[in-house]
């Protein structure tokens, strides 16, 4: 059973670009969250889709935002990078919402100079 | 809101001892606990989960953790600590009776095990 995969696994952009990151939950799963991940904040919880809507948002500028297709993927996209956007991009996917398992992709690495 | 706690940034330990990686977590409602591990520039590996039932839960990789609520503690241990499970141990938290799964996860614990 293939699990979460996330593309690119590293991404290099300028700042002022804008960046989508991908992710193909486990087959079945229909909740897809993504979290950032950086030294100094820790993981901190980006969003989460299911049935093609957000369900759960956290405290990211507007400039994150994210999307799901019907058949589960996600993406999420970044605009108007900047330095600070520099982190490990993760994404979790689960079988339903109040699921109680959650598997992680190896993540994107996103390096904004 | 919920939160949680990992008051060690790094826990050492030579192998074969037990290791022990601690959490306390703040949550109003019965809480989800969860443990994962991350290796370096990979995402996080599911160890174990608490959700209900009983207060010993065990995992992956010989990782067993307590559910104490008293305490509001979920710590993390291992009876005989390997050189491989030197990694970066995150405790995370969500409270189940929301209808969707945000977790809150700890500042990590780096574990170093020492031949």
């Known amino acids: 059973k293939a699990g979460v995969t996330q593309t690119p696994r590293y991404l290099i952009k300028t700042r002022g670009q804008q960046v989508t990151l991908s992710c193909s939950p486990i087959?079945?799963?229909?909740?897809v969250s993504w979290y950032q991940q950086t030294p100094g904040q820790g993981l901190q919880f980006l969003f989460e889709?299911?049935?093609?809507?957000?369900?759960n948002k956290g405290n990211f500028p507007g400039r994150f935002s994210g999307r799901q297709f019907s058949n589960s993927r996600s993406e999420m996209n970044v605009s108007t990078l900047e330095l600070g956007d520099s982190a490990l991009y993760l994404c979790?996917?689960?079988?339903?919402?109040?699921?109680?398992?959650?598997?992680f992709g190896s993540g994107t690495r996103l390096t904004v100079v | 809101a919920q939160s949680v706690a990992q008051p060690e940034d790094q826990v050492n330990v030579a192998e074969g001892n037990p290791l022990t990686v601690k959490c306390t977590y703040s949550?109003?409602?019965?809480?989800?606990l969860f443990w994962y591990v991350q290796y370096p520039n990979r995402g996080l590996q599911f160890l174990l989960k608490?959700?209900?039932?009983?207060?010993l839960v065990k995992g992956s990789y010989g990782f067993e953790a307590e559910f104490n609520k008293s305490q509001t503690s979920f710590h993390l241990k291992k009876p005989s600590a390997l050189v491989s499970d030197s990694a970066l141990y995150f405790c995370?938290?969500?409270?189940?009776?929301?209808?969707?799964?945000?977790?809150?996860f700890g500042a990590g614990t780096q574990v170093v095990v020492t031949p």
């Open positions: 979790a996917s689960s079988l339903a919402p109040q699921g109680d398992g959650y598997t």
């Open positions: 087959s079945g799963h229909r909740s």
């Open positions: 889709y299911f049935s093609e809507t957000q369900r």
């Open positions: 949550v109003s409602g019965n809480p989800y």
């Open positions: 608490y959700i209900t039932g009983d207060n």
């Open positions: 995370a938290v969500r409270r189940s009776t929301d209808s969707w799964g945000k977790l809150q």
